[in-house]
């Protein structure tokens, strides 16, 4: 028997315990000391083209984002800053996370520069910083009421305000055409531009302020606690007290320095309530009862009359009057404006670029009242 014919049941056997490997490259398992397959792995030049394609334009984006977010920041109103902040929804501010985007507050500033620019009322300018905080105040504002509408279930639709365009708006000017035409003049709006940002939410709060009313009636020991107060007064007055020197103690408009004067009216010049009282006392009279009008509660006295005669001659009785006004403010309203103040003493308010904070400071507590709460803690 040769050798060859020795070894073959051996190789025979060792050959059966070889898995067949068609491939060129073989690579052994560490852990079982078995020969597996492991095909070479090959890429296809296309697809890390593409790979590093996709990859640029995501470095790019991110780049490209970075760059608008700085100029947003340092408040750039060129074209390109706008226009890039509107393609990413970048924001100004935000108001318990709801955005105030930068391309909005930037539109909002153009028009209100471009309203005191056609003005020719002589009425002064607002600085940049006011012009700034009222325009970024309003829309936090705005963005705070739709959240108020949504918890309220009010919403403003499409045709109530195509109805007060048409009922309220255009009928000021002689045409649709001519109020499209002033309105962009004045704003640099469209009609619908300025129904989108001006009418709609001035229209949505007054929706929500008067479903709260409807929620929260008004309480009347309010305005009964200002009649009384007048009531007081008057009795004071008629015991002998000093009319004008009382007017400068307790009166509510801007009459008060004065001692009340009002100077000389004709009765149309006056409220009909208000004007059908003086016109019915003689010189030196105090009414006996206080005279209630829109504005609250009065104390009147008529110091003189006369009668004069018009641009056309004919005679117009005039009086000289005096009066202490007790306001009487709507306390519905008074409750709905302190819901909203509350919400935004709450709220957090977020500024993302170098721009004043409307709500700074507007909400923090009298001095006082911190010292008292630091006392409180320390001891």
């Keep these: 028997m040769s050798e060859e014919q020795k070894i073959s ?48 334009v995501v470095v790019g984006f991110f780049i490209f984002y970075a760059v608008v977010s700085a100029q947003v920041k340092k408040i750039s109103r060129s074209d390109f800053t706008v226009k890039s902040a509107t393609l990413f929804h970048i924001p100004v501010a935000s108001i318990d996370g709801k955005k105030v985007l930068y391309a909005d507050y930037v539109d909002n500033l153009k ?57 309220q708006i255009i009928p000021g000017f002689p045409s649709e055409e001519d109020a499209e035409k002033q309105i962009m003049d004045r704003y640099g709006w469209t009609l619908d531009e300025f129904l989108e940002k001006i009418v709609y939410p001035t229209e949505l709060e007054k929706k929500v302020a008067a479903k709260y009313a409807e929620e929260h009636p008004a309480d009347g020991s309010v305005e009964e606690g200002v009649r009384t107060q007048a009531l007081g007064i008057l009795n004071q007055i008629k015991e002998g007290a000093d009319f004008a020197e009382m007017a400068k103690q ?12 009002l ?20 010189k030196g009279d105090l009414s006996s009862e206080l005279v209630k009008t829109q504005f609250g509660y009065h104390i009147l ?22 009066h202490i006004l007790f306001l009487v403010q709507d306390n519905t309203e008074d409750a709905f404006r302190s819901l909203v103040n509350d919400r935004l003493k709450n709220a957090k308010i977020k500024i993302m670029a170098d721009i004043h904070d409307p709500f700074e400071g507007v909400f923090d507590e009298p001095i006082l009242d911190l010292e008292n709460s630091d006392t409180e803690e320390n001891s």
Aim: aromatic share 6%.
């Design 9 to 56: 049941p051996k190789m025979e056997e060792m050959e059966e315990k070889i898995p067949v490997n068609t491939s060129e490259d073989t690579s052994s398992d560490v852990t079982s000391g078995e020969v597996k397959n492991n095909p070479t792995k090959k890429f296809s030049p296309m697809a890390m083209i593409l790979g590093g394609f996709v990859l640029a």
């Design 301 to 322: 006295q008529v110091t003189d009359k006369r009668t004069t005669q018009d641009e056309n001659g004919n005679d117009v009785e005039e009086v000289q009057a005096r």
């Design 111 to 167: 028009a209100m520069e471009q309203f005191y620019e056609t003005d020719d009322t002589g009425e002064q300018e607002p600085s940049d910083s006011e012009e700034s905080d009222f325009i970024l105040s309003r829309l936090l504002v705005n963005n705070l009421i739709v959240d108020l509408a949504k918890e309220m279930d009010v919403e403003v639709t499409k045709e109530e305000i195509n109805a007060i365009a048409k009922e």
């Design 263 to 282: 100077g000389w009216f004709t009765h149309d010049q006056m409220v009909p309530e208000f004007a059908d009282a003086a016109f019915s006392l003689n």
């Design 250 to 261: 307790y009166g509510s408009d801007g009459t008060a320095e004065q001692g009340g004067d």
